[in-house]
């Protein structure tokens, strides 16, 4: 069975800050892994990664996955009030279409 | 506005009582999907259509029991639920190419939070 392990669960840091959040997975066949922010509702996609050791990166935010190793990491560097949210990863199976979520980093950014 | 509209956003309802979601996506996608967020969960995948053809089903009671109209229309009918069943349903769309394989990338919907009571 496909899983996909997130770590910390919770995570509190000061503005400025950054912080590293984690991703493992264990999926047979992989394709892709994703990241998705949820701050209300609807999650929001971010980063969706295929190749191990290449960097995605959008504003102060970057991702990186390493397949041989099964994880990836997202980063926020310089963080602010509005990064607050839940952070959702996920992988994909090759000629699936289902995206396995785990259980998600819920951030909070203090002033 | 991600393209992907759920109604209602809020629905509270008995355990003998009959409801429907409605997801209703503008984005031209060819696949959509049901998916269920309890509290402290992962979400969990309960109805992929492509095509408008069922692929899959992850063994959901049948009290939930979902209808794809067209491409752009997916609903989810609600049937004597029972109080465990209260969490937030998301929707999403994504684009698939024909061969049935997804390209992974999902855009949801707001969600519609219903509560059993």
């Known amino acids: 069975e496909d899983k996909v392990v997130q770590s910390p669960l919770s995570l509190v840091v000061h503005e400025g800050d950054t912080v590293t959040l984690n991703c493992s997975y264990e999926v047979t066949n992989f394709r892709s892994l994703l990241w998705y922010k949820q701050e209300k509702k609807a999650p929001t996609f971010l980063f969706m990664l295929t190749s191990s050791g290449i960097e995605k990166k959008s504003g102060r935010l970057s991702s990186i996955l390493d397949k041989k190793e099964l994880f990836s990491i997202l980063n926020i560097t310089a963080t602010q009030t509005g990064d607050s949210a839940v952070y959702l990863c996920a992988v994909v199976r090759q000629g699936a279409q289902k995206l396995v979520f785990g259980q998600g980093t819920r951030l909070t950014i203090n002033p | ?117």
């Open chain 2, 1 to 117: 506005e991600t393209g992907v509209t759920q109604t209602p956003r809020h629905l509270v309802m008995g355990m003998t009582n009959k409801k429907s979601l409605k997801c209703e996506q503008h984005l031209g996608h060819n696949a959509m999907y049901w998916y269920k967020q309890s509290a402290k969960k992962p979400l969990e995948l309960m109805f992929v259509y492509s095509l408008e053809e069922r692929v899959e089903n992850n063994s959901v009671p049948s009290r939930f029991s979902p209808e794809c109209p067209n491409s752009s229309h997916l609903f989810l009918h609600l049937h004597t639920l029972q109080p465990e069943d209260s969490a937030l349903y998301l929707c999403a769309s994504s684009q698939a190419p024909s061969g049935g394989a997804g390209t992974g990338e999902l855009f949801f919907g707001e969600g519609s939070r219903l509560t059993v009571l």
